[in-house]
């Protein structure tokens, strides 16, 4: 390795830059401390994006292009792996909060708890977390009050207690909203404007935002958007102790003799290496590269990857699955308006109800039919070419609308993230290898929830009705979870409550592979919550007594 | 402008082009010129991010740039290959290369060429990028992977339907064909000057009234 410079020892290095990694950034520059960021993908701005979907959605714009970063999945040990875009989300600066349109329902009090609810199924590794919905609210409201989130407290009756409202009233009603309230109404479901990462009214010097048809799976042109992006990175870059590297592919995090981290290895964009010191490392590089990371940086103290004594990181892993039931009607529905996204949601389904005869639910939603724009919409039964393709294009395209679900998978020992030997990135390190086989009981949940949203979409007037039943878990969320698993014990987890490994006290993953459970509801808010708190953990500790962090224990 | 094709093979695949999206009481793919929207994605890589702007195309560079040289070289092997398994077919039934066929024999080379497709889960996978056959939220396999006939299926669809800076959706047709109200152009987007708002409901909820469920702590 040629080392190019050796930069200045950093208090904290943290590894990505998007929903997690610019919380983190953002509270530690605040409490004074210096950060060096490093972030594999490019920094893009605001300027780099617009309104093209074929760029987007089809040519890979902002999602890894799979010859350059590709994953392999396979659904069993038995089975070889292929490659496939298993749970795309944008490298960059902003990560996944540059693609997404922003849905954050908090967790409920029993997502903490399931296991002591309604125990462990067969086959399943659920667990309780070791927090509680009372630790994490206070960082709801933190998170909820910078970005500006439009909702309506008290509305979705099965909501926990909040210790403030949401600080913007909800965003105006689409079409496809309108009908789900009254699909929910007729049946005596509670329904509620989706809490969402975009402004209803002027905030913070933010302008109101911009609803463009090009949200869902774009970049925002306008920054009126809420983001790790647009909010976080610039209140980070503000205190001007965040020294953000983009274009900086961490291979390796190195350890010293002690077996604490001692650098980060990365590449740059000429393709130098660097190595980054500093006192605390933390990773946000979402659940499957965190885990990839570790099991890359393997050394004579930590043989099969750092922090993995326990043969757990990378195991317990969840993405949810989204599937759909949709409807047809006679009247235009526009489900495109505001990009397909702006939702109505219910938590009807959401809380463990044994009568089910499956365990825990799941967040359903109002929306486009998957990306509802002219290129990639589609229905169920639509043929590929020819005549009454174009026929259904031209009858149907304004006229359905989804109730999707956000699939709670059960988490399994054997779902995991590991190296793939076999296949390459194009910088020569192993990829992602997911192996994941879906559950029994994801496979009811996704049966008995298809079949309700069916119901609300008859009721709220559907003319036709196809239901779209998962069968496997695709990734198709871009949600992940579970891969370092937060516990009590270390027989059992990776990290402990404070998200710091059991094994190495100055490393965290502060992304969402800490959830031992995925929960049923889409889970930035909870990661960047998450990373709020952690954060605010490490910046106590580290100003009370600086030498102190050499020895963080929990 | 660079293109790709010879004058048989795209006169080749425009002719197929019009049987996937045919010209009815209204344009199909011929009239939207998808033809030039693809003849020009095979030219090279000079033609695959617009700039946001709209004020043309992005230059890539390093291996964002090597990536695409790669996938456009496949592209190119299946579309050659494919014309020639095109005229292969046309030719065993209808004693004629694939242009010479009337519309409904061409239907029926098309209808020979999508069951030649392997199904199985790679090729259900595969259709997610044509439009999905399950509304995943933002599923899409490699485009590498699919087969010269899904490739076909759908780039006549991206032609016809992406923004017209690309080459195809000539006049916005397919646009127009389908009711999206899409930009005047890219710069509009880009500019946040582009809304969906008169296309929201007409009615607000009063969510005041109804915020009585939660507590507070």
């Given at each position: 390795m040629v080392q190019k410079r050796k930069p200045e020892r950093a208090d904290i290095v943290i590894i990505g830059a998007g929903a997690s990694g610019a919380t983190a950034a953002k509270v530690l520059t605040e409490q004074g401390l210096r950060v060096v960021g490093l972030e594999r993908g490019p920094w893009r701005k605001r300027e780099t994006f617009s309104g093209d979907e074929l760029a987007n959605v089809n040519r890979y714009n902002l999602w890894p292009d799979p010859i350059l970063n590709p994953r392999t999945y396979r659904e069993s040990a038995s089975k070889e792996a292929k490659i496939e875009l298993f749970c795309p989300v944008p490298q960059m600066v902003g990560g996944g909060t540059v693609h997404w349109q922003g849905w954050l329902p908090r967790f409920t009090e029993n997502d903490f708890r399931l296991q002591t609810i309604a125990g462990q199924p067969s086959g399943t590794t659920l667990v309780d977390w070791p927090i509680s919905y009372r630790d994490i609210e206070p960082y709801y409201t933190k998170v909820e009050w910078a970005f500006g989130v439009s909702g309506a407290g008290g509305v979705n009756k099965y909501e926990s207690a909040r210790s403030d409202d949401y600080p913007c009233p909800p965003l105006p009603t689409t079409r496809y909203g309108r009908k789900f309230y009254e699909g929910c109404r007729k049946l005596g479901y509670n329904a509620f404007p989706t809490p969402m990462a975009a402004l209803s009214r002027p905030y913070n010097g933010r302008q109101v935002t911009v609803q463009s048809a090009f949200a869902q799976q774009h970049g925002d042109p306008t920054g009126t958007r809420s983001s790790a992006l647009s909010v976080f990175i610039p209140d980070a870059l503000k205190t001007g102790r965040y020294d953000l590297r983009p274009d900086c592919y961490v291979h390796e995090i190195v350890v010293d003799q002690h077996g604490r981290c001692k650098s980060a290895v990365y590449q740059d964009v000429d393709g130098d290496f660097i190595e980054q010191e500093a006192d605390v490392f933390l990773l946000g590089c979402g659940a499957i590269e965190s885990a990839r990371l570790l099991l890359l940086s393997k050394s004579s103290r930590f043989p099969r990857g750092l922090a993995n004594g326990s043969d757990l990181v990378g195991r317990n892993a969840t993405f949810h699955e989204y599937s759909a039931a949709v409807g047809v009607f006679d009247d235009p529905i526009y489900a495109w308006a505001g990009g397909g996204y702006v939702a109505a949601s219910s938590f009807e389904f959401y809380e463990h109800d044994e009568k089910r005869g499956f365990v825990s639910g799941c967040h359903i939603a109002a929306a486009g039919?998957?990306?509802?724009?002219?290129?990639?919409?589609?229905?169920?039964?639509?043929?590929?070419?020819?005549?009454?393709?174009?026929?259904?294009?031209?009858?149907?395209?304004?006229?359905?609308?989804?109730?999707?679900?956000?699939?709670?998978?059960?988490?399994?020992?054997?779902?995991?993230?590991?190296?793939?030997?076999?296949?390459?990135?194009?910088?020569?390190?192993?990829?992602?290898?997911?192996?994941?086989?879906?559950?029994?009981?994801?496979?009811?949940?996704?049966?008995?929830?298809?079949?309700?949203?069916?119901?609300?979409?008859?009721?709220?007037?559907?003319?036709?009705?196809?239901?779209?039943?998962?069968?496997?878990?695709?990734?198709?969320?871009?949600?992940?979870?579970?891969?370092?698993?937060?516990?009590?014990?270390?027989?059992?987890?990776?990290?402990?409550?404070?998200?710091?490994?059991?094994?190495?006290?100055?490393?965290?993953?502060?992304?969402g592979g800490p959830f031992p459970t995925g929960t049923g509801a889409n889970p930035t808010l909870t990661i960047m919550a998450n990373a709020w708190r952690i954060a605010d953990y490490i910046g106590a500790r580290y100003n009370s007594d600086r030498k102190s962090l050499q020895s963080l224990q929990s | 402008m660079a293109t790709f094709f010879n004058s048989h093979q795209r006169a080749t695949i425009e002719a197929a082009m019009a049987r996937i999206i045919p010209t009815d009481d209204q344009p199909g793919a011929r009239e939207a010129n998808t033809i030039e929207f693809l003849d020009r994605y095979l030219s090279g890589v000079d033609f695959i991010y617009a700039r946001p702007d709209g004020s043309g195309f992005e230059k890539l560079e390093r291996k964002r740039a090597d990536a695409w040289r790669q996938r456009i070289a496949i592209l190119r092997t299946k579309y050659v290959e494919g014309i020639k398994e095109l005229d292969q077919k046309s030719a065993s039934r209808f004693g004629a290369e694939f242009v010479f066929l009337t519309g409904n024999q061409q239907d029926h080379t098309l209808t020979d060429m999508e069951r030649g497709t392997a199904p199985g889960p790679a090729a259900f996978e595969a259709q997610a990028t044509v439009g999905p056959v399950e509304p995943a939220l933002q599923q899409t396999s490699a485009e590498i992977d699919l087969d010269f006939f899904q490739l076909l299926t759908l780039h006549t669809r991206q032609g016809f339907y992406s923004d017209p800076i690309y080459g195809g959706n000539k006049d916005r047709i397919g646009w127009k064909l389908i009711g999206f109200a899409g930009p005047e152009s890219l710069a509009e987007t880009h500019a946040g000057r582009f809304t969906t708002l008169p296309f929201f409901a007409e009615e607000e909820v009063d969510w005041t009234q109804e915020k009585n469920h939660g507590s507070k702590t």
């Open positions: 039919v998957g990306i509802p724009l002219p290129i990639n919409w589609s229905l169920p039964d639509r043929p590929l070419w020819g005549a009454q393709a174009k026929q259904i294009d031209r009858d149907y395209f304004n006229h359905t609308f989804a109730i999707g679900m956000v699939l709670h998978d059960m988490p399994q020992h054997e779902n995991r993230v590991e190296l793939d030997e076999k296949v390459t990135d194009a910088w020569g390190l192993p990829v992602a290898r997911i192996t994941n086989k879906i559950h029994e009981n994801d496979l009811k949940m996704g049966r008995w929830v298809i079949d309700r949203n069916a119901e609300i979409l008859g009721a709220a007037g559907a003319k036709k009705i196809h239901r779209v039943y998962p069968d496997r878990i695709s990734g198709n969320c871009s949600h992940q979870h579970g891969t370092t698993r937060m516990g009590d014990d270390p027989k059992t987890s990776v990290l402990n409550k404070w998200c710091q490994a059991h094994e190495v006290d100055n490393l965290f993953v502060i992304d | -």
